[in-house]
């Protein structure tokens, strides 16, 4: 299960990377896409809240460090890797326009746009 963890420096690497070559792969591009960092003090938020086990998004003032973040929320009945969870949150990419919001009524695409 210490894949799962986001506490060692070789995953938060790959958290990081990954969502970078994803917000890379965007259509239509970014013109200015920002690179994404690791930042402790959100991550210390976001356990904080997971260590709680309610699967509700957080109030936003809890989601705050020095600028204000945004949360997504995952949950399987197996144990997943970083890269399965990531990849299927940029999937929800299928069902986003750019310019309009959701390609049909009642799609997801929440976590996608927070990617």
């Given at each position: ?36 960092e ?14 709680q ?63």
């Amino acid at each position: 299960l210490s894949d799962l963890s986001s506490s060692g420096a070789e995953q938060q690497k790959l958290i990081v990377d990954t969502h970078n070559a994803l917000r890379r792969e965007v259509k239509p591009t970014a013109s200015n896409m920002m690179k994404m960092e690791w930042c402790p003090a959100a991550a210390k938020n976001a356990q904080n809240w997971a260590n709680q086990c309610t699967l509700r998004h957080s109030p936003p003032n809890l989601r705050r460090t020095n600028v204000m973040c945004g949360e997504n929320i995952f949950i399987s009945s197996v144990p997943l890797s970083w890269s399965i969870v990531l990849q299927a949150w940029y999937n929800e990419g299928e069902n986003f326009e750019y310019g309009t919001g959701a390609k049909r009524k009642g799609a997801v695409f929440g976590h996608y746009t927070q990617v």
